[in-house]
């Protein structure tokens, strides 16, 4: 089975930068995806990684160390409109994602 | 690109009934799509994996009798939920994804069902 942890809430500022951390356990990994969701909304398609390092897109990046399974989503210059349930999802082979119960972030001015 | 279209948005029906929901790719081929479940403030739960032409694979404890789900053609998958009761209320999203484990897999917008 899988196991992914995430923090439950996070607070931070506009123009601040937040790091949003997941741990997780699986028995055949093949990928982690972060997802963003909005309040009342379906999950949008925000990173993925399967090697370890970093991956950069514009405000978002994404860390992954698959020997300490573990991944970090990274946002830099936070707006308001960031404020929304992230995500970390994690897929073995052949399967379909797994979800984190995910982490709310809320971003106040 | 990878738009996933899902209707209704919207279901408010009484006790018994039985309820369909539709799940489109519509610029894509989708291989395989997928059925969750979301209550409120908790994390996507996986329901069921369809491929097109082939018997959906449902998780454990999910009722495959009570959730049908049909993959007729690459852009389009149902589910049906029968004879629906109030613990059915939630919000059921699909998803559908193109090709391998490496691609991501795009949500359609979701269904808020409010059994009466």
């Known amino acids: 089975g899988q196991n992914i942890d995430q923090p439950t809430e996070m607070t931070a500022t506009e123009g601040a930068i937040v790091q949003i951390n997941c741990t997780y356990q699986?028995?055949?990994?093949?990928?982690l995806f972060w997802y963003q969701q909005h309040a009342g909304e379906a999950p949008t398609f925000l990173s993925y990684?399967?090697?370890?390092g970093l991956e950069e897109k514009g405000r978002f990046s994404s860390f992954l160390s698959r020997s300490k399974g573990y991944s970090y989503l990274l946002l830099k210059e936070l707006q308001m409109k960031d404020s929304a349930s992230y995500l970390c999802?994690?897929?073995?082979?052949?399967?379909?994602?797994?979800f984190g119960k995910g982490t709310t972030l809320s971003v106040s001015s | 690109g990878a738009v996933v279209s899902q209707h209704p948005s919207r279901v408010i029906c009484k006790s018994g009934t039985s309820v369909k929901i539709e799940c489109r790719s519509l610029?894509?081929?989708?291989?395989?799509m997928f059925w969750y479940r979301q209550f409120p403030k908790q994390s996507l739960m996986l329901m069921a994996t369809?491929?097109?032409?082939?018997?959906?694979?449902?998780e454990q404890g999910v009722e495959k009798d009570k959730f049908l789900i049909n993959h007729a053609s690459l852009t389009l998958s149902t589910l049906t939920v029968t004879s629906a009761h109030p613990e059915d209320s939630s919000f059921y999203i699909c998803?559908?994804?193109?090709?391998?484990?490496?691609?991501?897999?795009?949500f359609g917008d979701g269904t808020r069902l409010s059994i009466l």
């Open positions: 998803s559908a994804r193109t090709g391998g484990d490496s691609q991501p897999q795009h």
């Open positions: 699986t028995s055949g990994f093949n990928g």
């Open positions: 990684n399967v090697l370890d």
């Open positions: 999802a994690v897929i073995e082979a052949g399967t379909a994602l797994i």
């Open positions: 610029d894509f081929q989708a291989t395989t």
């Open positions: 369809s491929n097109e032409g082939s018997k959906a694979t449902y």
